[in-house]
């Protein structure tokens, strides 16, 4: 069965980075991304890779500061995230589907989830 599970969460000062990966088992996928939810908000679109990483899509929220990638040998996905913000505090997933969108209810498999808290 397919499993992705994160890892590299924590806690930060605003303007610090953190790294944040995401090992998949169980099948590899044309789509991978990462998506958020803070306390009492939906969950929403962060960034996703096709597998090429020829197309990438970021929401106007991160863009700038955070950078998806991919190792298709190792089966890992990662997102790295620089110049954090309070508004970024959340728990973050990664996700895998069969088209590159930032509609979260086109992903068919889904992490657990990591939490991220960014610090004034």
């Known amino acids: 069965q397919v499993q992705l599970v994160e890892s590299g969460g924590g806690l930060v000062q605003a303007g610090g980075s953190l790294r944040l990966s995401c090992a998949a088992s169980?099948?590899?996928?044309?789509?991978m991304g990462w998506f958020r939810q803070a306390p009492g908000k939906e969950r929403e679109f962060v960034t996703a890779?096709?597998?090429?990483?020829?197309?990438?899509y970021y929401a106007d929220s991160v863009k700038g500061r955070f950078t998806i990638s991919r190792d298709n040998a190792k089966n890992t996905l990662h997102l790295q995230m620089n110049s954090l913000k309070p508004e970024d505090t959340a728990v973050y997933y990664c996700?895998?589907?069969?088209?590159?969108?930032?509609?979260?209810?086109?992903?068919?498999?889904w992490g657990q989830g990591a939490q991220v808290t960014v610090s004034s």
């Open positions: 996700a895998a589907s069969s088209l590159l969108t930032r509609d979260k209810t086109r992903y068919d498999y």
């Open positions: 169980g099948g590899t996928f044309s789509t």
């Open positions: 890779m096709g597998y090429t990483a020829a197309i990438t």
